[in-house]
Structure formats: structure tokens, C-alpha cells
């Protein structure tokens, strides 16, 4: 097969080349090639498939099923390597959990699925980190909520087996009774709010913990333009940060929970529009190393109920790039070599694996994408839904 007169564009930039396929592998990237089974991609970028390190399956209940569906639906929207949080039910926080949720990995025809570990157990007290990732899980995920002495053993661990750790930033005793961001907004529905600085107290400390032990961490799921601020300066200083951001967050402040809407209810709260634009110009100049769909899907039952009872989340998948792409390259803050960056590149390096890179040799996980393409979003547990966006993939090769 080859695909004729496609954009190429991966980490390397762009170009307008065919492309040879064979056996599902690329053979060939020239112009002028020839087969007798040809796909004409003219106007159409031929992209690599998207990783996203930080998604759930339905209700976060960990089981086949879900797991399938989960692959399955992220493949159809673009995504080809996903990673489970590991806050699920039941946690993946030792060995019986583990294996569990490895036999649902089997036989998928979706996309990849790996699995993190959760170094903390349901008590807070430190999980058997050093066997789960011998057994498969490829990064621990903890939750600040860990106590300094607890942290600094999942810090050592990482340490010893040289993998990035996960850290979701946040306090518990400011997020308990909270159930939006503190602000104007929630002043105004009469709900419980859950101040910026449940985040930014934690990412300053694991920054320090960063430091000190010489590790690898990604905050996970970043809300606070300061969070963002203390990150890209720590960076500066040779301290081996990251930062991860949602297109929600990007895309949508505290004002989408207007009218009790439980859809824009999300962990980590949606921030003001201020602080919202504020993230856009961070990643506009490169702060934001990651983006991720911060896929959290709920059953209606869990979510159309009143806002503070509602779970937390909204799905992000089915329609990803669209999303991506309209959001944030049509609307000119980011380039489309860019995006591959933050959604390819840089989650593949944050496991441990290269991705984004579109050569001869290399089996094709890619789709094409047609940008000019309209579609409207129809998901009703998505804060998009009934929005006109661009961009549709018309073809996966996996």
C-alpha cells in the first residue's frame, strides 16, 4: 500500500512525501511511488498515533471489560498507547491487583494499555513498589497526600530503579469538603470551594524531593498557573521536572460549572478564566511538557445527581485530536509539530519509551487526518458536547 501526497508530521516537522506500507511496517517515504493499492491523502496529515498517561475506565472500576472498552474507544479517537491512573477500584497497589488487571490486557485491539502502579495503599502506608514494577507496572503514581517520611521512600525507590514518578499534587485536608475552585464562581453557586494552593503547597515540596534525591517526577493534571511557574523554574535549575495539563483546563474555566453543570465538575478543579488563559500562554512558550485528555468517564447515574454529590470527571477520548486540533492548533497557540511533541514525544519519554517519529523500518502506528473535516461533538458527559470541531481521522493504521 501507499498513501500519496500525505503531510507528514511528526517530531522531525513536516513535509508532503507517499509513504510505503507493507505488513505494517513502513518501507518506503519518498515521492513518486507507485502500488497497485494506493490511498490518495492530498490535504490530509499522516500523524502518529497519541499516548495519553493519565486515563480511567468507566466509574474507575477496574475490570475486562471496562479495560477493553477503554482501548477500543481511544484507539477510534486517535489515541494508540494509554496508561490506567492507578486510583481505581479495586487500586492498582499490589500484586493480586496487578495480575487482575494484566489479564484484561489480553487480546485487546485497541490501543496499548500499560498500567501504573499506586505506591500508596487505601491506609496510606507505602505499597510494594519494588515488586510491581518487576511485575509489569511501568511508573508509580502517588498522591501528595503521602506524609514526608512515606514520600521520601517512594522517592528512594524510584531512585533505585530509575523510572519517573507520578505525583498528583494535592492536600487533603484543603480538597475534603471542597468541590470546586475557590472563587468568584463558586461563591456564587454556594458551593464549597478548594483553594489553588492545595496544589501548589505539594508541587513546591516534591520539587525539593526531586532535588534532593536527583529523580524524575511528572506532576500530574496541573491547574495553577503557579504550579506552573514553580515547575518551569526548577527546570531551570537542572531539577528533572515535568508538567502535565489537560485540554480541559485549556480550554474551559470554573465557568463551564455554571448552572450546576456536574460535566465540568473535575479533579483537578477547572480554573478561573484568568489563570485558564494564563495556562494557554505557558504553553504557547513551552512550560507545558505533557497534555493529556484527563479521560474520567461516569456512569448518568453518577452524574446527574446534585453537584456535590456528583463523581468527578468527563470523557475526552472518542474525540481527542479534534479536540486537540481545534482547540489548540487551529486556534493558533500551538504549531501541529508542537502538539505531536506534547501528546507523542514527551509521555512516550515519561515511561521510559520513544515515540513520534515517523521512519523507514518502524511499524506504522499513525493515522491520517483530515483538518478541514467538521464534526459536532454528541457525548452529553462531554464539556464540548453540541461544539462544531474540526478535524477528523479517516484512517488508522495499527
Known amino acids: 500500500m501507499v498513501v500519496k501526497n500525505a503531510t507528514v508530521c511528526d517530531v522531525n516537522g513536516q513535509k508532503e512525501v507517499d509513504i510505503r506500507i507493507e505488513e505494517g511496517v513502513v518501507i518506503e517515504i519518498g515521492t ?11 490535504g490530509l496529515y499522516f500523524l502518529p498515533l497519541f499516548v495519553d498517561t493519565n486515563v480511567r475506565v468507566q466509574d474507575s472500576s477496574l475490570n475486562a471489560k471496562n479495560i477493553k472498552d477503554l482501548s477500543d474507544e481511544a484507539l477510534a479517537g486517535g489515541i494508540g498507547h494509554i496508561v490506567l491512573n492507578a486510583q481505581s477500584t479495586p487500586a492498582i497497589d499490589n500484586e493480586i491487583v496487578l495480575e487482575f488487571a494484566q489479564n484484561g490486557l489480553h487480546d485487546l485491539k485497541g490501543a496499548k494499555v500499560d498500567l501504573m502502579l499506586n505506591a500508596l495503599k487505601e491506609d496510606n502506608t507505602l505499597s510494594n513498589i519494588a515488586i510491581l514494577l518487576k511485575r509489569g507496572a511501568v511508573v508509580p503514581y502517588m498522591s501528595t497526600i503521602a506524609k514526608n517520611d512515606v514520600a521520601i521512600k517512594i522517592a528512594q525507590y524510584t531512585q533505585m530503579y530509575g523510572v519517573t514518578l507520578f505525583c498528583k499534587a494535592e492536600d487533603n485536608s484543603l480538597i475534603n469538603s ?93 480554573s478561573s478564566k484568568e489563570d485558564m488563559q494564563f495556562l494557554q500562554e505557558a504553553l504557547r512558550t513551552g512550560k507545558i511538557d505533557i497534555l493529556t485528555t484527563l479521560h474520567q468517564p461516569s456512569s448518568p447515574l453518577n452524574k446527574e445527581v446534585a453537584f456535590y454529590d456528583a463523581a468527578y470527571g468527563c470523557e475526552g477520548l472518542k474525540d481527542a485530536v479534534s479536540i486537540y486540533y481545534t482547540k489548540l492548533v487551529k486556534s493558533g497557540i500551538i504549531s501541529m509539530q508542537e502538539l505531536v ?58
Open 32 to 42: 513518486d511511488l507507485h502500488c497497485d493499492e494506493t490511498i490518495d491523502a492530498a
Open 341 to 398: 511533541s506534547l501528546c507523542v514525544k514527551n509521555p512516550s519519554k515519561a515511561i521510559g519509551q520513544s515515540a513520534g517519529e515517523i521512519k523507514v523500518g518502524e511499524r506504522v502506528n499513525a493515522m491520517l487526518f483530515n483538518p478541514d473535516k467538521k464534526v459536532v461533538m454528541y457525548e452529553k458527559l462531554s464539556l464540548y458536547c453540541g461544539e462544531e470541531l474540526y478535524g477528523k481521522i479517516e484512517q488508522i493504521f495499527n
Open 178 to 270: 471542597g468541590v470546586m475552585l475557590e472563587g468568584d464562581v463558586s461563591s456564587k453557586l454556594g458551593l464549597a470551594g478548594i483553594p489553588d494552593l492545595s496544589e501548589v503547597l505539594h508541587v513546591s515540596r516534591m520539587i525539593e524531593i526531586a532535588r534532593h534525591f536527583k529523580i524524575k517526577i511528572l506532576f500530574k493534571a496541573i491547574a495553577s498557573p503557579r504550579s506552573v511557574f514553580l515547575i518551569d523554574k526548577a527546570k531551570k535549575e537542572g531539577v528533572d521536572v515535568t508538567c502535565e495539563v489537560s485540554i480541559h483546563h485549556l480550554s474551559n474555566s470554573d465557568e463551564a460549572c455554571k448552572n450546576f453543570n456536574t460535566t465540568a465538575k473535575l479533579n483537578p478543579p477547572l
